[in-house]
């Protein structure tokens, strides 16, 4: 019977299921918290209207600093609030990802896990779900409230005078031009990339479990001394990583 594919975001909120009410706090706490960035920028700029129009007093000065101390507890409490309950809500969901995997595992066909490397378990449940954790405790927090409230300021300066809407719009796009080139051979790379990591992790958890052998007869076995040389020798992690990334490898080797 031919198995239809459920969309992977469809498939990893199924998992937000017991943290939704933490989630919807988060984004609703870092909305709150970047508009409260916005109140301290507000305050100055009342203060120097009022020393524009030659109406400044010492109590309205007071006030103004207050308002803005306020927006900028406003702004590091919610931040701090946002990203307790985002943390919290993306390892409980990671936590589930990873017992669904196990108890997957424990139901495969013993063939099937025997013809897997163990790098590459390891990398499916250890460090692919990881990179699941920034999104979920980052993203869709972060962005979606720094999304949010550049939007509205975009919507009331088109308002004000579409010249100044659209003069917005010209650092975005120019930023788009770069990044349009560096990421087009991304998929390419990452595949690579991710090939030779599993094929180290593999290498290195090999080399752990068979350590007692090693110590205890001092010798290595041939296909992990093998294995090592192509790892190192062969430079298998600087050919691919110099391409992937280039400027942290030069880093390293200095």
């Not at 076995?221 to 490898?249: E, G």
Request: charged share 15%; aromatic share 12%; proline share 4%.
């Amino acid at each position: 019977m031919k198995q239809q594919k459920d969309n992977w975001v469809k498939i990893l909120f199924s998992f937000a299921a017991p943290c939704k009410g933490k989630m919807a706090l988060s984004v609703f706490c870092a909305i709150l918290s970047v508009a409260g960035g916005f109140i301290p920028f507000w305050a100055v700029y009342e203060i120097l209207l009022a020393f524009i129009n030659q109406n400044v007093t010492l109590n309205g000065i007071l006030i103004w600093c207050l308002v803005g101390a306020v927006g900028y507890l406003l702004r590091v409490a919610c931040h701090g609030i946002s990203t307790i309950m985002a943390h919290i809500s993306a390892y409980t969901i990671l936590e589930g990802i990873r017992l669904k995997i196990a108890d997957r595992l424990m139901k495969a066909p013993l063939g099937e896990v025997m013809g897997r490397r163990i790098g590459y378990l390891k990398n499916i449940i250890m460090d692919k779900v990881e990179d699941l954790e920034p999104p979920l405790a980052h993203m869709i927090p972060e962005l979606t409230s720094n999304l949010l409230l550049p939007v509205a300021i975009f919507t009331w300066m088109m308002v004000i005078d579409w010249r100044m809407g659209l003069a917005v719009l010209i650092a975005p796009v120019l930023a788009m031009i770069p990044m349009f080139f560096l990421m087009r051979n991304y998929n390419s790379q990452y595949a690579a990339y991710m090939e030779a990591n599993n094929h180290v992790n593999s290498i290195i958890i090999e080399y752990v479990e068979g350590i007692e052998v090693v110590k205890a007869f001092n010798q290595i076995l041939p296909d992990l001394a093998d294995a090592l040389d192509y790892c190192w020798l062969d430079c298998l992690f600087p050919d691919v990583c110099s391409v992937f990334f280039r400027n942290l490898w030069k880093c390293g080797k200095h």
